[in-house]
């Protein structure tokens, strides 16, 4: 088991930056494949990032690409997604996520989530 807290959340104008945390409690935080999840009011749950254990693969949805990075430092039991260039339609609640196995990019996959942080972005 594993719990998970996102913070870093906040409303912010488009064009900038922000810098999502997503801390897990226990010791076994590097065996899980984590991932970056959002929801906009309205409509469904949609991934936008995902690690390995190692960090060594990671992978993103096309419309943040080349705009968001997804990293994790293991020996903090903490992942982050920088997001910059921030546009409003990312404008969203956003959801740390963990699972067992191999890193997906389907919600159904993941077994364990955070809260939420919302992040709204200003045009």
């Known amino acids: 088991q594993v719990q998970l807290v996102e913070s870093g959340g906040g409303l912010v104008q488009g064009g900038g930056s922000l810098r999502l945390s997503c801390a897990a409690s226990?010791?076994?935080?590097?065996?899980?494949?984590m991932g970056w999840f959002r929801q906009a009011p309205g409509k469904e749950r949609e991934f936008v990032a995902a690690?390995?254990?190692?960090?060594?693969?990671?992978s993103y949805t096309d419309s943040v690409k080349g705009r968001f990075t997804i990293s994790r430092d293991n020996a903090k039991n903490t992942m982050y997604l920088q997001m910059n260039s921030l546009k409003p339609e990312d404008t969203a609640v956003y959801f740390c996520a963990a699972r067992i196995g191999y890193t997906g990019t389907y919600s159904r996959d993941y077994s364990f989530w955070g809260q939420g942080t919302q992040v709204t972005v200003s045009s």
């Open positions: 226990g010791r076994t935080f590097s065996t899980y494949p």
């Open positions: 690690i390995s254990r190692n960090a060594g693969s990671t």
